[in-house]
């Protein structure tokens, strides 16, 4: 990556200089890992402790949105990034922001696929007005997730242990945040908790980490995500929030996507990532045989 004209350092798939091991794991590992259970903290404060989302309270809407999932669950995590992106241990394309037209289609074929399951699985029976509202309802909280579980913890993770090839970097990635969204649902209200919840969720966080490394799509990963929390989540949601979308959900879920909208326009204003040639090794001269 690129920024204002300056090149990146040295790539993590080299050999870490004598003395940086504990430095890189505590920039690409520890540090995403407080963030993480920084997010949790305010997320329980917000809305697991307050039953934000099984007792009906949209007045506190706005605020768990804003401070938990924009400022916490979404800015911060990019700040990290952006360090990243100049040591050149994470790039555009692994944190998941694409061109648009690869994420309009990646976001079009969520949606279909999405809609499909919603006509076969809809756990509201045939009301798939209740669907979408619960979807805008928890749209904030997952694009948090999304960006603190795989875009900020699974891509440092992997750079990480990039050194090791990546047939080492790809399972550790899904398999570390699969455990910590598993653990996530516990401080939701919609989740009753025990070994259940945490058993679906981290069944739901490995679904999940297959298709974000799959399509590096931070959009698209966002609607599956939500969807997926619908299904996890609609016992818990009281029924006042199951009808026409009030302004409050609408504004929290328009609200976070402008947010991420707008850290996107601006990290592909200023950053760029660019291909390095790799050379090839010289012939030597001999014909087969």
Not at 238 to 249: F, K, N
């Amino acid at each position: 990556m690129t920024a204002a004209g300056e090149t990146t350092g040295a790539a993590r798939g080299d050999a870490a200089p004598d003395g940086q091991g504990g430095a890189n794991g505590i920039r690409l590992v520890l540090i995403p890992l407080i963030i993480w259970a920084a997010w949790l903290i305010e997320t329980f404060l917000l809305e697991g402790n307050r039953h934000l989302f099984s007792r009906a309270d949209p007045g506190g809407l706005p605020g768990y949105t804003i401070i938990a999932c924009i400022l916490t669950g979404t800015i911060v995590p990019v700040f990290i990034i952006l360090r990243s992106f100049l040591t050149g241990d994470v790039n555009m394309f692994q944190i998941g922001f694409r061109t648009p037209g690869r994420v309009l289609s990646a976001c079009l074929g969520t949606l279909i696929a999405g809609y499909c399951a919603v006509i076969l699985l809809n756990p509201f029976g045939t009301d798939r007005i209740a669907f979408g509202s619960a979807f805008l309802l928890l749209l904030p909280t997952a694009l948090a997730s999304v960006m603190v579980c795989w875009v900020l913890t699974g891509t440092h993770v992997q750079a990480y242990v990039r050194q090791d090839g990546s047939r080492v970097s790809i399972p550790v990635g899904v398999v570390s945040t699969a455990l910590i969204f598993g653990l996530s649902s516990l401080v939701h209200s919609t989740m009753a908790g025990g070994p259940d919840t945490v058993s679906w969720s981290v069944a739901a966080g490995l679904g999940l980490a297959l298709f974000f490394f799959s399509i590096r799509d931070v959009y698209a990963t966002t609607i599956a995500a939500a969807g997926t929390g619908v299904f996890l989540n609609s016992r818990g949601i009281d029924p006042a929030y199951l009808g026409s979308p009030g302004p409050e959900v609408v504004f929290s879920a328009a609200f976070s996507l402008a947010v991420l909208a707008g850290i996107h326009w601006y990290l592909f204003r200023n950053y760029t990532t660019l291909a390095v040639p790799v050379a090839k090794p010289a012939a030597t001269g001999e014909s087969p045989r």
